[in-house]
C-alpha cells in the first residue's frame, strides 16, 4: 500500500485527496542546499497532521545539532503537541530523526519491543537496538 508522490509539498498537503487517509509519512524539509529547513513553519506541520489516521504518525529528519534544530520541535509541538513528539539520538553528522504521533500515546515498552523484534526478524535490522536512543520528547 506504498504509494508515492512526487510535488510540491506546500500545495500537495492541503489537497482534500488526503486529509485523514496517510498511516505513515515522511517528510524531508531540505532542499539540494540543505540549509535549513524549507517547510517549517506551523501552518505546515497542522496541515501535515490533518493528512493522517487516527494512528498515523509523521517522520522528518532535522539537524539535531543546529539553532534550527529547538525552532523546528517547538513548531511541531504546537500543531501536534508536545506529548506527541519522540526523537532519536542524533547521528555524529547531527541528524535527528523526530516522529509526530496524530494522537498522542506512550505505548509500554513491552510493545515497542515486540514490533523491533518482529522488524529484526524480517527484515535482519538492528531495531531492538533503536529503542535504546528513541525517547518521548517530554517524559
Not at 6 to 12: L, M, P, T, Y
Not at 77 to 101: C, H, I, S, Y
Not at 103 to 122: C, G, T
Request: glycine fraction near 4%; hydrophobic fraction near 45%.
Amino acid at each position: 500500500r506504498l504509494r508515492v508522490v512526487i510535488a510540491d509539498a506546500a500545495k500537495e498537503i492541503k489537497s482534500s485527496e488526503w486529509q485523514g487517509t496517510v498511516d505513515i509519512l515522511h517528510v524531508d524539509l531540505y532542499d539540494h542546499e540543505a540549509a535549513a529547513p524549507v517547510l517549517d513553519s506551523v501552518d505546515f506541520y497542522k496541515n501535515c497532521r490533518a493528512l493522517l489516521t487516527e494512528e498515523g504518525s509523521m517522520t522528518v529528519n532535522l539537524f539535531g545539532r543546529s539553532a534550527s534544530y529547538d525552532q523546528s520541535l517547538a513548531k511541531m509541538a504546537e500543531a501536534f503537541g508536545e506529548d506527541a513528539l519522540w526523537a532519536f539520538k542524533p547521528t555524529r553528522e547531527g541528524n535527528t530523526v523526530v516522529m509526530a504521533q496524530r494522537e498522542a500515546r506512550r505505548p509500554k515498552s513491552a510493545d515497542f519491543l515486540v514490533q523491533a523484534e518482529a522488524i529484526e526478524n524480517r527484515f535482519g535490522l538492528p531495531a531492538t537496538k533503536w529503542l535504546r536512543v528513541f525517547k518521548p520528547i517530554t517524559q
